[in-house]
């Protein structure tokens, strides 16, 4: 009996297993959200269409499965305090067995306070009713938003009302991966794991620029004894595709997002997507440096001027490398082995260009070309 009181009070001190769902997201989280590119412009058909790509262009089979609908798709509360979707969204429990049988997990919105950013109904007060709403209509992943709350509650706040709504999705049974928006608020990432949550955003809301991308990725450094199975910084979602980002920009952010271990959360019109876009999200290569089971989160070993140079140890013994550069034209970058804590001779892959570099002796050298990336794969040589 000690024994087994130990090891409950062991498993207690476990920040993912007090969050009651330490089997999930034991990688970053992968999948689509509506806002980035759609914000309140969502239905039923828009979705539908989009699980359809992911089932269909590799996206799913590269491991992108949560399908999340996000801000707009609420109706009202009726005088029960049931909260109806908008007559968008004729029936989700349905659309929620369409997406699941595209082979996808659903994901959906709501927020602590009483609204959402757009004024729609927020779960204040409804916590459980929302839960087991969420439960029954076959949810996966919700997406919980501090904005509606910030009016009548005080940063301090935030790590009780988010344990509020986790305790209420635990009590359905059903497994909710629970992603907590908050915008780095409270230094979240020191109590977002204890008040249930399986990531939680690290920064203000990104935007579809080099600046923006580069700015909030960057700003993860000094983070990454928080993020581990189970529980992981977000610096918000990718732009992968929107705006006028070029190919090594989208690279660029993907290959960061990758290092710092970050969810990838899709957000363009898989629709209207390119090859070249599509190639960008489906890199395995890239893909696997950021579900690597190992979960450890890139340190930033080096900067020297506009290039920055990141380190993230792997599951199989090798690392990743990755060479950062915001210049505006092409720039050489160079690191010693000893430097990153490496002996002194490794083989090398480049994992943009796809091929084996051979054997490196003393140092990595790479040339990001303009606001792009060089990221490696190395194997230590004794």
């Not at 004729?90 to 929620?96: E, I, R, S, V």
Request: hydrophobic residues 40%; negative net charge.
């Amino acid at each position: 009996m000690r024994i087994l009181l130990a090891i409950l009070f062991l498993a207690l001190l476990s920040p993912a297993a007090s969050a009651g769902d330490g089997n999930l997201a034991r990688t970053p989280p992968m999948g689509w959200n509506s806002w980035n590119q759609f914000n309140c412009r969502i239905s039923d058909k828009l979705i539908r269409r989009t699980a359809d790509e992911m089932a269909s262009n590799g996206m799913r089979d590269a491991g992108y499965v949560y399908l999340t609908i996000d801000d707009c798709w609420q109706g009202q509360r009726d005088a029960s305090g049931v909260l109806h979707p908008s007559d968008k969204f004729p029936d989700m429990k349905a659309l929620g067995d369409y997406i699941h049988g595209k082979g996808l997990k659903f994901g959906i919105y709501s927020s602590p306070g009483p609204t959402t950013c757009m004024g729609r109904p927020g779960s204040l007060d409804h916590e459980e009713q929302d839960a087991k709403m969420f439960a029954d209509w076959g949810v996966d992943y919700l997406k919980y938003d501090w904005c509606g709350a910030r009016k009548l509650y005080k940063i301090e706040d935030m790590p009780r009302l988010y344990s509020k709504m986790h305790d209420a999705l635990r009590r359905t049974g059903r497994p909710i991966v629970y992603s907590l928006c908050q915008y780095g608020w409270g230094g979240v990432w020191t109590w977002g794991a204890s008040a249930g949550g399986n990531l939680w955003r690290t920064t203000e809301d990104i935007s579809a620029s080099f600046e923006s991308i580069a700015h909030r990725g960057f700003a993860q450094s000094g983070l990454e004894q928080y993020a581990g199975p189970g529980h992981w910084n977000d610096p918000d979602m990718l732009e992968v595709g929107n705006g006028d980002l070029t190919l090594e920009e989208n690279r660029f952010h993907i290959s960061l997002w990758s290092m710092l271990a970050a969810p990838l959360i899709a957000g363009n019109d898989l629709v209207s997507m390119d090859d070249e876009i599509l190639g960008v999200l489906t890199n395995r290569e890239v893909l696997a440096i950021d579900q690597d089971a190992l979960g450890k989160q890139a340190r930033r070993i080096k900067q020297t001027g506009p290039m920055s140079i990141w380190l993230k140890p792997l599951a199989d013994g090798s690392y990743a490398v990755g060479f950062f550069s915001t210049s505006e034209r092409e720039l050489a970058g160079s690191i010693a082995l000893q430097e990153l804590g490496l002996p002194r001779k490794a083989s090398v892959r480049d994992l943009w260009a796809k091929r084996d570099l051979g054997v490196v002796n003393d140092k990595l050298e790479a040339t990001p070309p303009r606001h792009g990336v060089v990221l490696l794969k190395v194997t230590p040589l004794r």
